[in-house]
């Protein structure tokens, strides 16, 4: 219908949900609800058919293998930890030394990128589908989840950042540390360094 600003149904109030990028959308007296492939109003609940993520679609730079190096330290790398080939190897900062636990290959595909260990052929993901700050980058077999999705965002001084597709967070390095073994997470973006990255080809020796 034609808007009217007298009309409280054409009014949507974003809150968000603490410790997280989610909101709920307040619609009149109610809350928006989602239906199936639909929403609705309805009174809130806080469940998860309540909550609601705004996240762009990927940049597209097409399909790269690469070592992913901090800004924070160009020599620091993605490393899964202990060349582990199991689910659950978990992701952290380490000198590149150019091996295969290094090495991702980044696939585009409808608008997200997954992130696949050249070592292991498992692909980075937000552990368990915590949407919460802090949330673990861990490797896991590939299952098309929300969770194993990742929007590449270009920053003008060519580095890249990570956003998830299950939380909203950027992968970010513990504690804004380039140390050895820093562990990655998924925090709120904050546009620091401990968030950006450079894609190095494979090729490359440097």
């Given at each position: 219908?034609?808007?009217?600003?007298?009309?409280?149904?054409q009014?949507?109030?974003?809150?968000?949900?603490?410790?997280?990028?989610?909101?709920?959308i307040?619609?009149?007296?109610?809350?928006?609800?989602?239906?199936?492939?639909?929403?609705?109003?309805?009174?809130?609940?806080?469940k998860?058919?309540?909550?609601?993520?705004?996240?762009?679609i990927?940049?597209?730079?097409?399909?790269?293998?690469?070592?992913?190096?901090?800004?924070?330290?160009?020599?620091?790398?993605?490393?899964?930890?202990?060349?582990?080939?199991?689910?659950?190897?978990?992701?952290?900062?380490?000198?590149?030394?150019?091996?295969?636990?290094?090495?991702?290959?980044m696939?585009?595909?409808?608008?997200?990128?997954?992130?696949?260990?050249?070592?292991?052929?498992?692909?980075?993901?937000?552990?368990?589908?915590?949407?919460?700050?802090?949330?673990?980058?861990?490797?896991?077999?590939?299952?098309?989840?929300?969770?194993?999705?990742?929007?590449?965002?270009?920053y003008?001084?060519?580095?890249?950042?990570?956003?998830?597709?299950?939380?909203?967070l950027?992968?970010?390095?513990?504690?804004g540390s380039?140390?050895?073994?820093?562990?990655?997470?998924?925090?709120?973006?904050?546009?620091?360094?401990?968030?950006?990255?450079?894609l190095?080809?494979?090729?490359?020796?440097?």
């Amino acid at each position: 219908s034609e808007y009217s600003p007298d009309n409280a149904n054409q009014k949507w109030t974003l809150n968000g949900l603490n410790n997280t990028e989610f909101y709920s959308i307040r619609i009149g007296e109610g809350f928006v609800t989602a239906d199936n492939k639909s929403l609705k109003e309805c009174e809130y609940s806080g469940k998860e058919d309540q909550k609601f993520l705004f996240v762009p679609i990927s940049e597209n730079i097409g399909d790269k293998s690469v070592l992913i190096a901090s800004m924070l330290d160009k020599n620091k790398v993605l490393d899964i930890e202990s060349a582990s080939v199991q689910n659950g190897g978990n992701c952290q900062l380490y000198v590149e030394n150019h091996t295969n636990a290094q090495i991702f290959n980044m696939i585009y595909e409808d608008g997200y990128y997954t992130i696949k260990n050249k070592n292991s052929g498992k692909v980075l993901e937000i552990a368990d589908s915590n949407a919460g700050y802090f949330a673990n980058v861990r490797q896991y077999e590939e299952n098309g989840m929300a969770a194993q999705k990742w929007i590449l965002v270009r920053y003008s001084n060519g580095s890249y950042g990570f956003i998830s597709r299950c939380n909203g967070l950027s992968m970010d390095l513990t504690n804004g540390s380039s140390e050895n073994f820093t562990n990655i997470q998924a925090y709120k973006s904050n546009g620091t360094n401990a968030q950006r990255f450079l894609l190095i080809d494979e090729s490359s020796d440097d």
